[in-house]
C-alpha cells in the first residue's frame, strides 16, 4: 500500500470540481480530481450557460448581499475568457455576448420605472425596436425589450477547456474498489493499493455530496435539493434566442436559450417558471404547456417539424429554511472532521466566488501549497470522459 500526499482531493467533476481544481493548481496547491462517471456530470451539463449579473433576483423585489456578489461575475468571467483571471478559459464557446428580458405590452410602465431604479443603472439597456434580438423583431410583437449584461456560454466547451488545462490531475473513481476512511477527525480516500491522505478532502459532487457526508459518519452540512422540469425543442426555425420572457410573477415566465446538437441541428432549451411549476407533470403534459406558450409569444414564428424532449433534474444546495433559494456559493467544513469541506456553487455563474471562498478556508485552516504527489502512481485508475449535452443524450 503506497501513501500519496497531496494538498487537496477533490471528488466530483462539474463546474465546482473542475473550478477550483484550475484556481488551486495555479495558485500553487496539488490538487486532484476524482469523477466517477463522466466530466460536467449532472447539473452543469443540463445548465443553460448563462452568466448572471442578478437582475433576474432583482426583479424578486430583494438585492441581498448574495445578488450584489453576482453583479461583478460577468465581468469577472469576461476577464477569464480572455485568459486575465485566475482561471484561464480561452478556447471557450460563448455563444452570445448578450442576454435579452421582455415583458408584455401590459407591463411594460411597470418594467420601466423599474429598470429606471438607480440600483440597476448601468446593468440593463432599453433597447429600440431596430436592435432586438430578431425573433422579436415583427410587427405584431407588442411590449419592451431589456438588454442584461449576463453572457452565456457553450457549456460543453467550458467543461472541456477546464479539464484539458489539468488533464493529468483528473482521474476516474470506481467506488466498488475505492472508499472514504475516517480516522482521528481526519478523513482519507483509500484506492487500490494506494490511500490519498489529503491535506483537505473537497466535497464538489453536486447531489452526490449527501451520500459522501453520510459515508463520512458526518451530519451535515445537510443538502437540498431543487427539482425542476426543463423542456427541450429540436425545431427548423434557424435564429437563436438568449431572453427571458417575464409575465406577472417577477420570475422568468420563460427562460430561452438555443443550442445545437451534435447532427447540426437548431435547439431551444426552455427554463423558467415553465420548468419549476411543471416539474411534476406528465412529459407529455408539460410538452404540450411548452408548446402554448411558444405559440403564445411568438404568434408569428414557424419552427417547422420539432421534436420535444423533457430533463427532470434536481438542482443541489445547502439546506434553507422553507426550501429557499440559496444566493451565495456556499462552503463548510464536514462536521466533525478537520480536513474535509463540502461545497455548492448553487449556480454556475458563481463559480469562481465559490473557488475564492474555498481559498479563504484553506488559509484559515492554515493549509499552504507543500506536497508534490506522484500522480503516475494513480494511472491505473484511467480518465473520465464527457458528459454529452442533454439535446444529444434525450435525442439519441
Ligand atoms: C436545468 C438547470 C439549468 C441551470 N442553468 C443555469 C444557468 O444558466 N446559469 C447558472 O449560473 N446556473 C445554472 N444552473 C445551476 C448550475 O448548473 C449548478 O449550480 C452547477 O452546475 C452545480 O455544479 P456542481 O459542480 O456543484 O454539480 P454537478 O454539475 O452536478 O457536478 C457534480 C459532479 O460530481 C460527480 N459525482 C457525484 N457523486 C460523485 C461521487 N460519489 N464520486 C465522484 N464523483 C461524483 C457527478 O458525476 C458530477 O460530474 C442550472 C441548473 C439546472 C439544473
Known sequence: MQDLQTDIAIIGGGIAGLWALNQLRNSGYSAILFEQESLGGYQTIASQGMIHGGVKYALGGSLSGGSEAISAMPDLWRRCLQGEGKVDLRGTRVLSEDFFLWSGASLTSRFTSFFASKMLRGR?????????????????????????????????SLVEVLAQRHREAIFKIDWQQAKLERDNGKASLLLPGCRISPECLLLTAGTGNETLIEQLGAPGPAMQRRPLQQVIVKHQYPEVLYAHAMGSNPSPRLTISSHRSSDGQAIWYLGGDLATEGVNDEPAVLIAKAKRELSQLFPWLDFGESQWRTLKIDRAEPKQSNLLKPDQAFVAPVVGLDNVLAAWPTKLTLSPNLADAIETKLAALNIQPRHQPELSLLSDLGRPGFAPAPWDSLFA
Open 124 to 156: 440593463v439597456e432599453k433597447l429600440q425596436a431596430e436592435n432586438y434580438p430578431l425573433p422579436l423583431r415583427d410587427p405584431q410583437f407588442r411590449g419592451q425589450v431589456y438588454r442584461l449584461v449576463d453572457l452565456v456560454l457553450d457549456v460543453p
